[in-house]
């Protein structure tokens, strides 16, 4: 069976790993980050919109589409889903559980960029692990707050008030409690992104009593089957019965 993979987590390459050998996979990236070596066929970049994956899904005869990206990567679910329509053909999903905060964590969950900044009023040294978002925003720093944004990859812009890290995960929960104390932090920005590779951050913010500011996942389209756990999905594909 052929078998495209969208993918961009960890999670995504296991499923690659797991299906190469019994499947015809090709397993799709964004190219913002460095593509895995895997035994199957790698595409790098995007196709065009729905329009452009549904082209590619029929061109290449692609029987079952799997969308394995990251949650809060919901453009490319949401082509996914239009272009399986458009190809006809099943489009399964591999969805990470979130994270849940313990009954002493103090987690506040904001729906956007707004709300965000409301919920940051009354601290003075937030720490945001969201993106590229914050470097928005710049100009919305107030005077008595200051930011450390930590992302992948940006040019340091000449701003009072700001500490940008660029860094790549995975974070260790030790490396993450000196961070936080280093700043001075006293509020955690974070997305639920969920898995282990970098909840590290909100372990140490546990660990110190810091409140967390947690934007919440995007609403996600519907697949014809999802999974939290990619050996279960793995299984289902072998089983055969994909609706
Ligand atoms: P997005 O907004 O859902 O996607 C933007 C465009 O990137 C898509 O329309 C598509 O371009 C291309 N694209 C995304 N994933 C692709 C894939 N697996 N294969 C081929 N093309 C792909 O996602 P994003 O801008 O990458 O990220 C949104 C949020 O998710 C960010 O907060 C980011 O930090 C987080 N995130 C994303 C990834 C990832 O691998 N995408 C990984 C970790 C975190 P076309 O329309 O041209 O096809």
Known sequence: MRVLILGGIGEAVKLARLLAPRHDVIY???????????DCAVRVGGFGGGEGLGDFLRE???????????PYAAQISRNAAQAAERARIPLW??????WRPEPTDDWREVADWPAMRAALASFRRPFFTIGLEPLQHLSEIPSRQRWLVRCLAATPPDTPNLTLL???GPFGVEE????????????????????????GKLLAARRLGLA??????????????????????SAALDAGTFD
Do not use: Q, W
């Open 166 to 168: 660029r860094a790549t």
């Open 60 to 70: 290449k005869g692609v029987d079952l589409l799997l969308d394995a990206t990251h």
């Open 28 to 38: 799709s990236v964004a190219g913002k980050g460095r593509a895995p070596e895997l």
């Open 212 to 233: 967390v500011v947690m934007l919440e996942r995007p609403v996600l389209p519907a697949s014809g089957r999802h999974f939290s756990d990619v050996e279960c999905l």
């Open 176 to 199: 993450e409690l000196k961070l936080l104390r280093d700043f001075r932090i006293d509020v955690l920005v974070a997305k639920n992104s969920g898995g282990s590779a970098v909840e």
């Open 93 to 98: 999903a591999y969805r990470r559980p979130a």
